[in-house]
């Protein structure tokens, strides 16, 4: 009984970590007042990198710090369609959740002649405390240090009021484009952690379905937790368990078929998204454009 906690325990952590990445990027980009639709595919080419780059290199650091890199330059074509050109936020999210898996399989295929990198991935990030995989600890950091941010120093408070009122920003010396810039981007470097930390630390292989669906849990996750990186925090650890119930009970243990198994974290996110979404309050400015003069 007692082995069985501990192993949904670590599953769990070990599930929830590319989520709480994929989240953290969503609550900032969201909190400047930007809707980040395209963390799938931020993460997604960011599994890609990181995997590649930790082959190449054959050190799973450099690819982690890859797979972020690679996650932030998807992030700029997004903040350039949404804060330069005004485009709609959730239409260009979505065609990044394209054109991120279609850059992922089509390097693939040109580097490693496959559409997978299966036994190609170095060694897995290393584990701390015996079982626990590194990047839940460094999740747990970014979690702190990002509510640290956000709520405790002048840059988050103008990150805040961007989100809230970007005129009233405005007219106090705040520049509401480069404020949504610096947001977006980092938000696609979190995301594309959240990819490569899969890779690297969940499966340690580059698949198409590597990131099936993470970044859209990850979204509800942000809407789950009310915008706040701790709230957001607490949602991917549900989400991450819910996961991990579907893969140790489908190890045999109960005759039930793997689709059901397999279906439960979707479908986790779904009633949460119906029982909360209406009694959750995004930034007033979330998702809107701002042209300067307007009120």
Same mark, same amino acid.
């Given at each position: 009984?007692?082995?069985?906690?501990?192993?949904?325990?670590?599953?769990?952590?070990?599930?929830?970590?590319?989520?709480?990445?994929?989240?953290?990027?969503?609550?900032?980009?969201?909190?400047?007042?930007? &809707?980040?639709?395209?963390?799938?595919?931020?993460?997604?080419?960011?599994?890609?990198?990181?995997?590649?780059?930790?082959?190449?290199?054959?050190?799973?650091?450099?690819?982690?710090?890859?797979?972020?890199?690679?996650?932030?330059?998807?992030a700029i074509l997004h903040a350039i369609?949404?804060?330069?050109?005004?485009?709609?936020?959730?239409?260009?999210?979505?065609?990044?959740?394209?054109?991120?898996?279609?850059?992922?399989?089509?390097?693939?295929?040109?580097?490693?002649?496959?559409?997978?990198?299966?036994?190609?991935?170095?060694?897995?990030?290393?584990?701390?405390?015996?079982?626990?995989?590194?990047?839940?600890?460094?999740?747990?950091?970014?979690?702190?240090?990002?509510?640290?941010?956000?709520?405790?120093?002048?840059?988050?408070?103008?990150?805040?009021?961007?989100?809230?009122?970007?005129?009233?920003?405005?007219?106090?010396? &705040?520049?509401?484009?480069?404020?949504?810039?610096?947001?977006? &981007?980092?938000?696609?470097?979190?995301?594309?952690?959240?990819?490569?930390?899969?890779?690297?630390?969940?499966?340690?292989?580059?698949?198409?379905?590597?990131?099936?669906?993470?970044?859209?849990?990850?979204?509800?996750?942000? &809407?789950?937790?009310?915008?706040?990186?701790?709230?957001?925090?607490?949602?991917?650890?549900?989400?991450?368990?819910?996961?991990?119930?579907?893969?140790?009970?489908?190890?045999?243990?109960?005759?039930?078929?793997?689709?059901?198994?397999?279906?439960?974290?979707?479908?986790?996110?779904?009633?949460?998204?119906?029982?909360?979404?209406?009694?959750?309050?995004?930034?007033?400015?979330?998702?809107?454009?701002?042209?300067?003069?307007?009120?």
């Open positions: 009984m007692l082995n069985s906690i501990i192993s949904i325990i670590n599953t769990t952590l070990m599930y929830s970590a590319p989520l709480v990445f994929g989240a953290m990027g969503g609550v900032l980009s969201e909190c400047s007042g930007v &809707i980040n639709v395209g963390i799938e595919g931020m993460m997604t080419f960011g599994a890609f990198v990181g995997a590649g780059v930790g082959f190449y290199s054959q050190n799973p650091w450099f690819g982690l710090l890859a797979g972020g890199l690679a996650g932030a330059l998807l369609a949404c804060v330069t050109f005004k485009a709609d936020q959730t239409i260009s999210g979505m065609a990044l959740n394209f054109i991120g898996p279609g850059l992922a399989l089509f390097l693939c295929r040109l580097f490693f002649n496959d559409m997978t990198m299966t036994d190609r991935v170095p060694n897995k990030l290393p584990k701390v405390f015996g079982s626990v995989d590194i990047t839940v600890l460094i999740a747990l950091l970014v979690t702190i240090l990002l509510w640290f941010f956000l709520y405790k120093t002048k840059f988050g408070l103008r990150i805040r009021s961007v989100g809230e009122n970007p005129a009233a920003a405005d007219t106090l010396g &705040i520049n509401v484009s480069k404020v949504r810039y610096a947001s977006v &981007i980092m938000s696609g470097l979190l995301a594309g952690l959240g990819g490569s930390s899969m890779t690297l630390a969940v499966i340690s292989q580059f698949t198409p379905t590597a990131i099936s669906g993470q970044g859209f849990i990850a979204l509800a996750a942000v &809407i789950f937790g009310k915008w706040t990186p701790h709230g957001a925090y607490g949602a991917c650890l549900l989400f991450a368990f819910a996961q991990a119930l579907a893969v140790i009970l489908g190890g045999g243990k109960i005759d039930v078929p793997s689709e059901i198994l397999n279906m439960l974290p979707y479908v986790l996110t779904i009633i949460v998204l119906v029982l909360f979404v209406g009694k959750s309050m995004a930034p007033k400015a979330n998702g809107k454009p701002y042209r300067k003069g307007t009120r």
